[in-house]
């Protein structure tokens, strides 16, 4: 790892992760730190265990082998809900959106911590109850207008464009406040200029204090994005570094970048 | 006008069930068939207190509805882990042992059930007409419409409705999917097993076919006719597809074929809304896009 980001702490550490599904090799004995403070980019080909790799530290599979640990205590196993109340939060590949919801309440369901988010609070209701909808409103409109979703507020999720859908996506998962932020495929099929405003989005979350672990496609998005780049293939870490490390590591190019020598 | 009234009185008993399973089905996306085994344990548990110990309306209707929370749970707790059409065979299964106990144990009367239950006692006065009691069911059904428009219309209704869109993405948002699903169970139970409390007094006599799998259906009918996601909607069932199947018995029908009638009425309607119009009479889409 290079000076200036061996300094910084590791927001989340895998050490020695494994995962089979039934005799397929997911993930093989991974291990590897994400510093805090940064994008760091997990590449490799279709089927190399980029996704599972998510699913793991999100608690959603249970590893059969090795530990996460999230600023240095392990969230190995814990149920998904938990680990996202510590500070991960994702996105998916798919999106998963509540559809036959509005974009204003996709957000405000985001929002942690509301008491009346419990039935017997909202039987017995009360002004701080009030008080409480009326902030997870105000802040649930702040969240679509900076996202240039202000005017869909109130449309359905699924009728929104696939680009809004992506957006409001991305809104939920900074409405859920994590402190390291899972993306997975978050720019494919968008245009050139959504793509743009992606990396501006994304370097600006950084500069808030966020740290990014991306899944991405895009070769050119990932050179000029990540501090870090960690390379996958058929489960394992094959080559880690800077872009300048990995563009020029030959066995990358071979098995992600698909150069031949 | 005794009809009338009796008629009536159903119709509310019906609107609380169709309710109490529309928080499950329609809000949540838990598609439970156990709604008429949970109303029966509230059905029994009131004949018994009833019975043997006092009729005393409120004490009985408190721990017919506490009786069914617990069965509830029972069914809760391993079936709430599955999901989609696994947790629907879980409370297939759960309806079917539940049947079960009703028809074989000794106490609940077996396949005659229990009769000759006293009428209720509201603050030590006998309530003993058929308009008394309606008032009690038409009163219940409106309480049960009060607290489930509150629940639906908080944040816990929009979290209700965000599981049933996506289970995995509202627990990545950090809140447990489990307690939710676990917290809308036991709403749900306190309704179905009062429902059950007020349609042994209705009728002072209970039997198991009236909690078997086929009410349960029927059940389910009313929520899905009515429209998932929607109170009006189920409240709006209850009324027709109680009505509908009354008027038939003033048809030149025999009475052996009625009731095969009533299944193959509820059976048609089912199929016709699932295939025709998902959203029921009042389906949930008006009501956010209105």
Redesign the interface.
Known sequence: MNPELRGREAILELQALSKHFGGLLAVNDLSFSVPAGTITSLIGGNGAGKTTVFNLI?G?LAPDAGRILFHGQSITGL????V??VGV??S?QEL???????AL?NI???L?Q?R????????L?GAR?RE??RR?EAESRDVLEELTLGGQADT?AEQLSYGQQKLLALG?LLA?EGKLLLLDEPTSGLSPAMVDDFCRRARQLVQQGKTILLIEHNVEIVMSLSDWIIVMHQGEKIAEGVPEEVRHNVSVMHTYLGITS | MDYVVYVANLIAIYATLAMSLNLLVGYTGLISITQAGVYGIGAYITALLALNFTPDLLLTTLLAAVGAVAVSLVVAVPALRLRNEYFLIATLGFQNILFSVFMNLGITGGPNGLYGIPHPLLFGMEIRSGVGKMALSIGLALICYALARRVTRSPVGRLLRAVREDETAVSSLGKSVFRIKFSIFVFSAVFAGAAGALYTYSLTAIDPVAFSLDESISIITLVIVGGTGSLNGSVLAAILLILLPEAMKFLPIADTVAPQLRQIFYGLLLVGFARFRRQGLIGEYQDVLK
Do not use: C, M, W
């Open positions: 999100t959603n149920p998904p809900h938990k996202a109340r939060a994702r998916f998963r959106l509540f559809n036959r919801l509005s309440d405000a369901a985001a942690p509301q009346g988010e419990s039935i017997v609070a909202s039987l209701g109850l409480e909808a997870t359905l939920r859920a």
